[in-house]
């Protein structure tokens, strides 16, 4: 087999450090500046304008959960989403259960306004959804109402995998979940089932690849 050029990314400085602490737990991870800077603006706006030169960094998250932080971490120096094989529990719920990892991945993203990670987490959910079947769960989708705004993606995301379900499958289970599921989902539902009445809901596979990223001056369309 032949062998591959190396590939031409930036490398990474290993140079100062910041420590962060994360969680109600306040654990303490030290990253290198030059990584946390180059991903994510709000570190950027948080180490240039809220310290003198010479400063200890500190960052403090209380609000993000430490397993999705460390997941963000794997990203932010490996370049690569990863979420746990979990081979031992049934396939819906280990499905569901790769669906919360990312979604909570994604709540990182938009914490620490880095849309790269965004984008690369929705590829990500849309790829799970066409490997396997089970939408997102009312859990799943209760924690992507609470922690995105109303113009988020991943939303749309949520509506159309809903929207594409099998009725016979999705109907029992609503109504089983019916007081769990967020007002503003059902609300959404409503919506769109309304305008259904004049067209197919589209399933997120079918959707053009940048259909759930968000482009901009920054962060150009995928090629
Ligand atoms: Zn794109």
Redesign the pocket.
């Known amino acids: 087999m032949a062998l591959q050029p190396p590939k031409k990314k930036r490398r990474i400085t290993y140079g100062d450090t910041v420590a962060v602490y994360v969680g109600a737990e306040k654990r303490l991870f030290t990253l290198h500046e030059s990584v946390v800077l180059e991903h994510s603006k709000f570190f950027r706006a948080a180490l240039t304008k809220g310290f003198k030169e010479g400063q200890s960094r500190l960052i403090h998250l209380p609000e993000i959960e430490t397993p999705a932080f460390e997941a963000y971490i794997q990203w932010m120096y490996s370049h690569e989403i990863v979420i746990n094989e979990c081979e031992s529990v049934e396939e819906a719920s280990k499905t569901r259960k790769q669906y919360s990892e990312l979604i909570e991945l994604y709540v990182v993203g938009d914490r620490l306004e880095n849309t790269n990670l965004r984008?690369e987490v929705m590829t990500a959910l849309v790829q799970l959804q066409e490997q396997s079947d089970p939408n997102p769960g009312c859990k799943n989708v209760s924690r992507v109402y609470k922690e995105t705004p109303e113009s988020s993606p991943l939303r749309r995301f949520v509506l159309d995998s809903w929207l594409d379900a099998d009725p016979d499958e999705a109907i029992p289970y609503m109504k089983y979940m019916r007081l769990k599921f967020p007002t503003e989902f059902i609300f959404d539902m409503a919506l769109e089932l309304f305008q259904g009445k004049t067209r197919p809901a589209v399933r997120p596979v079918d959707r053009p690849?940048?259909f759930y990223?968000e482009?901009n001056d920054e962060t150009p369309?995928?090629e």
């Open positions: 984008n690849k940048c990223h482009h369309a995928c």
